[in-house]
């Protein structure tokens, strides 16, 4: 039987960024699936493997008006989502208070993984696959 | 009525009436005055011609009963003569008398004279016969009857001349009557044209003089004087003090235009410099990554490690001008919803919080109760706050407390209000620069971008508010932004 595995979809319109956080999540055991556009993102989350969690610039291209947190919660209204946006942008984004979490870009990658996993945790998603320890990222 | 009719339209009715009644009522005069004296002429004179025929009538009678009278007494024939002289006369004066007469009466007593003398003139000629028949007795018997003749004659005289008077008495009467009705139509005119100078008047001094008089006050500087002589002059000067205010406001329009130009120009460049900027900071975030991560892996030494860190430094710095530039460059566009502001401030110390950590600046919120409502954008507010935090907190640089008071206060000019006052323990701003804090590009720090004091300043004013720089015993940095609580447009 195989084991469960953790899903993160990584939103970002630069693809050097996407690249980076795929890194950091698979070197976690994490499946990380990539999205270039909101159309994408919603598409993972309606596969039939959806994401345990979101990370999304909110840049991010729409292909309508709505922002893409809207879009998500509209889909996945229980799906986490951490908005990983630009210093001051983060603040006055309109669904910002959609979000689980809220982290400026440019920082370095474990604050975002340490959220992440604490989002995970709260969730029991990460008690539930057992791939994701604390240690995991402290160790870093 | 009168208020759908024009100044021009009033003021020439007016004239029109004015010149219209004075016209009329000297014409009417001078027409009425001429015919009146016309008639009376006609009358007078005509009444008169018939009062003296009446008069030599009678006169012309008398002498001839004289003549008679003595001719019966001595028998000369002389007195004959001058009986003719004298009966000619009569018949002049009834000529004169019957071309003078226009009433019927006045035809019918001269009738009757004439009709009494032909028989008064055969019996006095068959009694002058007698007489120089030498029957004085048949003559002087017949004689009587004459005398009675004669007084009929002399009767119808004196109802002729009666007529005549009473004929010079109507003409009289006539003209007194003509001349009262002129005189009443004297008044008349004369009343309705001291109604339309009275209007005339009025109508120029409401409409014209007084309007002249209040905007000849207007002109010129200083308090509004009492007297200002001649309304027309002072308003001459205020007409080419108003021209030279116009050239002054066609300069200074065309100033403002070159200033618009000169703006728009500036605002497209900004528009343009916000899209490098953004471009710019995509990669720029990108590389701040890797070197995040790039840290992680590497054994550097000593050097390496300070070259890598001003590396890591610079760029971050790098990051933070793009991201303060970029917030600078966003168009005033405030998403309002109902929002407390002690909510705002929870929320961006909590989003601050690791910020304030990193620092090891303590923030206290000195709250009585929690703030009122009011209508305004929380994400900028957070931004403002966040600002003011950030600049406290590289103020202070190695730990400090940050104070947030908050209270309601009625602000004049302002109404009721809901305050910040944002205290910071560090060293303060030196008062040389003080007043240029909140310009924008101003920065007393090296790594500073001079714009989060700019854009704090921005946020408030925005909101309708004020954000001022306090200097308050034994704190650094004091800020006090006040916040109308508006109510909801």
Redesign the interface.
Known sequence: MLEPEITICVAD??P??RE?LRR?FSSLGCTVILARTSQEVVEACLSSSPPDLVVVDPELSCADSDPILTRISMFMPKLPVVLHA???EA????A?HKAAA?LE???????LKDVVFRILNERDVVTRTNKWKRKDITA? | MGAYLSLRTKIFLLLAGLVGVNCVGAASTLWYTYSTQKLYKIELSRGISSLIAAQDLETALIMQKGYTTYFFLDGDIQWLESLKEHQLGFRVGMERAENAASSEREKQVLQKISDSYIKFSIQREVVIELYKEGNEKAGAAKHWEVRKQFHVIYTFCEEYKQIQENRIDLAHEAYRHRGRVLAGFSLVAVFLAVICGFLLGFLIYQEILEPLRRLARLGGEGPKRKGVGNEVQALGNRFDSLLQDVDQAHMELEQSREHLIQAEKLAMVGKLSAGVAHSI??????V???L??LE?SLDLNDIQREDFEVISEEI?HL??IV??F??FARPPRL?TQRTSLSEVVDMTLQ?AQ?RLESYGVEAIVQRKLKLPSLIADP??L??FL?NLIMNACEAMGDGGKLFIKEESADIKGLGPCATLRICDTGPGIPPNIAPKVFEPFFSSKEEGTGLGLSIASRIITEHGGILRMEHEEGMGACFYAILPLKEEE
């Open positions: 319109p630069n050097r960024v980076l950091e630009f210093p001051g603040l006055n984004h309109p910002a809220i870009k440019g920082e370095s990658t474990n604050r870093e | 900071r995509n990669p720029l975030t990108s701040k990554m890797r995040f991560s992680r971050g990051n933070t991201g303060n970029l917030e998403r989003l690791h994400d900028q957070k931004e966040m």
